[in-house]
């Protein structure tokens, strides 16, 4: 029995490890539904305190860029120096700018 | 192969060599997707073939705080499973079919988990020789060159660190105990050593695949570097222990600075590949058991899944 | 409430965790999938740390120089008093989770009475972090019973025949001995009967939306917290206890 289309849905983990920083994706694991993948996320992902929440996304339902567009994307930002603080040559008085 | 292809594959294996990260919807030629779906499915079926010689002692660890760490230790094998088996997903594989190929037989495992665990002192020499091993093998895939792999790998090494230790106490505890105890540690390394002198595989000479694989950054050392390199670690760890590592042709050589060892029995080794190991049949056999008669169990799930997925549907029909 | 009996009913919350938690860890490498493998461990630590935390404690307030893994390894069935229920062998995954099910039920709300309770601190300490890890597992099972009663029908007829041939072991949970009765009164044990009525609204509940029957009750088997077993809790201890008792100076 070949049961691939039976196979628990996979889900993506993103795990925020303490108060005040963002979610990371953590990796991720097969569950049949919403409420069990957060119970097995806990359970794959959380076993030595990494973690104070759990967001858990189906992995079909993300949208990616695609890697060929990877220059077209993000090539146009290299010559927007300007943006960075550092472009900024300021006189040593106020470095702390 | 087309002149597009051949540009593709020039300027992936430029990028390799730079040391960059391949990702999962990166162009990558289908021999070096095909090798690390190869190398990182045989990873995670290790692991979980590896949960069952351990497994074999829970029920009888000899106190509670050790049924405890066994029982978590075995735990993070399940999980460094599953890790390993998300990183090879990216790669367009699914879990049953990696599990099917686990199951018929047409896919490895490390050989070390076809030998029987027969004392308490098992659990150490396993925990200090087999991880040990393990983790020489896995601290440079941290660095290779496929994104998943290698971010699973951070994770399963930090874990692993601790698995090693837990089983070099496990025989400290035994080689300081009575004489019964310090038999039984003996007995254990004389049976382990030799195979985990094996995990390593075959001499640099007879083995298949590695210059590829060390080409891509997939692997970083070869087999017998890193032989070597686990001998020496442990020869100083089993004097500690006051053990004898069982063989006589062990000794330092000042001129290498290096210990030489004896040969390895490679008919040992290609027997127990080819399925005549001790516990072979077993283990696959109580693979495929708990696979089977879980299908029920994985089935339900789905099926309560999709009514309230239909249910959800209805309601939201309705409400429009 | 007589000192013994204190120490006793500290020894009882010690052995059901430790029965149910040598059972339970019997699961690690044969789940019915990587994922769930991780839960029912992750489960059986729990109960395993908890059996520590009551022997511990116990061991210490009898004082005769016993320790976890004296009261662990070298007692005998007859010592043990834990409930039938938890030394039943695991079964398949369905007899399993129902096991769960019930104790999960049970001891969850025992433990909102032992956290509360001002009588014994140290027990009230170990029974809210215990209470936390209940809350986990009740809900880890109860999501299972819903999954395997409104899943398949094949599930549904598995799982309904577990619960009819686990439910005659429900009744010791809330069959009140001395021990129970002078713990009640003593402040430190909670009113079984109040329990029962606890229990019984969160597995209605749960029964009722997986689409199971409650079965009606019966005969209820007994025997656990007086030490007399069923056949099955003898050899699970041969098995637990071989290594101490073959090597008893021995430190591991």
Redesign the interface.
């Known amino acids: 029995m070949s049961s691939t289309q039976n196979e628990w849905p996979l889900w993506e983990v993103f795990i925020r490890s303490r108060q005040g920083l963002g979610h990371k994706h953590a990796g991720s694991l097969h569950a049949p539904d919403a409420q069990m993948a957060i119970q097995n996320a806990r359970d794959v992902y959380t076993r030595r305190q990494e973690g104070v929440s759990i967001w858990v996304v189906p992995a079909e339902s993300i949208t990616a860029s695609s890697p060929d567009d990877k220059e077209v994307m993000f090539d146009p930002a290299n010559d927007k120096v300007y943006r960075h603080p550092t472009f900024y040559k300021l006189p040593d008085e106020v470095n702390n700018m | 192969m087309s002149e597009t292809d051949k540009n593709l594959e020039a300027r992936f294996e430029a990028y390799v060599a730079e040391e960059k990260k391949i990702e999962p919807k990166d162009w990558m030629p289908d021999s070096y997707r095909k090798t690390l779906i190869r190398q990182i499915s045989q990873h995670a079926h290790s692991e979980i073939v590896g949960m069952l010689p351990e497994g074999n002692w829970i029920s009888r660890a000899p106190s509670l705080k050790r049924k405890a760490i066994l029982l978590a230790k075995v735990q993070d094998e399940a999980g460094h499973g599953l890790y390993l088996y998300s990183a090879a997903e990216t790669l367009g594989v699914t879990r049953n079919q990696m599990l099917n190929d686990l199951h018929t037989g047409k896919a490895k495992y490390s050989s070390i988990f076809n030998y029987p665990t027969l004392t308490w002192a098992d659990m150490g020499a396993v925990g200090w020789l087999v991880d040990g091993a393990a983790i020489m093998n896995q601290v440079p895939l941290c660095k290779c060159s496929y994104g998943p792999y290698a971010r699973a790998m951070v994770r399963v090494c930090k874990e692993e660190s601790f698995h090693q230790r837990q089983g070099f106490q496990v025989m400290l505890n035994l080689a300081q105990g009575t004489d019964e105890q310090k038999d039984m540690a003996q007995d254990a390394l004389n049976r382990w050593w030799w195979p985990s002198l094996m995990m390593f595989g075959p001499n640099d000479a007879d083995s298949p695949h590695s210059a590829q694989s060390m080409k891509w950054n997939i692997k970083r050392f070869s087999n017998d570097e890193l032989r070597q390199r686990f001998v020496d670690m442990t020869v100083p760890q089993a004097e500690l222990l006051g053990l004898t590592i069982p063989d006589p042709d062990l000794k330092w050589n000042e001129e290498r600075g290096h210990y030489d060892f004896g040969e390895i029995q490679w008919e040992e080794f290609y027997n127990v590949i080819q399925g005549n190991g001790p516990c072979n049949k077993e283990r696959i056999a109580a693979r495929v058991k708990a696979h089977d008669e879980g299908a029920w169990v994985r089935e339900a799930a789905n099926a309560y899944a999709k009514k309230e997925n239909e249910k959800r549907s209805k309601s939201a029909t309705h409400a429009a | 409430m007589t000192e013994d009996q204190h120490i006793q009913a500290i020894l009882r919350l010690g052995d059901d965790t ?1 029965v149910l938690g ?1 059972r339970l ?2 699961w ?12 029912l ?2 489960t ?2 729990d109960l ?2 908890q ?2 935390n009551f ?1 511990t404690l116990a061991a210490a307030r009898e004082n005769q120089g016993r320790d ?2 004296k009261l ?2 070298f007692r005998s069935d007859r010592d043990f008093q834990n409930h039938l229920l938890l030394e039943l062998p695991n079964g ?3 007899d399993t989770i129902v096991r769960q099910f019930f104790f999960s039920a049970f001891a969850l709300e025992r433990y909102v009475f032992l956290s509360r309770q001002l009588m014994d601190a140290e027990v009230a300490g170990i029974a809210s972090k215990a209470l936390k890890e209940l809350q986990y597992h009740w ?2 099972s109860a ?1 299972w019973i ?3 009663g ?3 029908e ?2 549904h007829n ?1 799982v309904q025949q577990s619960i009819h041939d686990l439910w005659s072991y429900t009744g010791e949970l809330f069959e009140a001995d001395e021990v129970d009765q002078a713990g009640f009164e003593a402040g430190l044990l909670p009113n079984l009967e109040l329990l029962r009525d606890t229990w019984n609204t969160r597995i209605d509940d749960c029964l009722q939306k997986a689409t199971l029957q409650r079965p009606e009750d019966g005969w209820m088997q007994r025997g656990g917290k007086q030490g007399i077993h069923s056949e099955h809790l003898s050899y699970m201890l041969a ?2 206890q ?3 008792r073959t ?1 008893p ?4």
């Open positions: 430790l040598q860890s019997a690690c490498g044969h789940g019915p999938i990587l994922e769930e493998d991780i839960a461990s992750n059986a630590l395993i740390g059996a520590r022997y976890e893994d662990a390894f398949h995954f369905g809900e880890h999501q819903i999954r395997l409104d899943g398949t094949e599930s598995k098995e637990m071989i290594l101490p090597y100076d021995a430190s591991w």
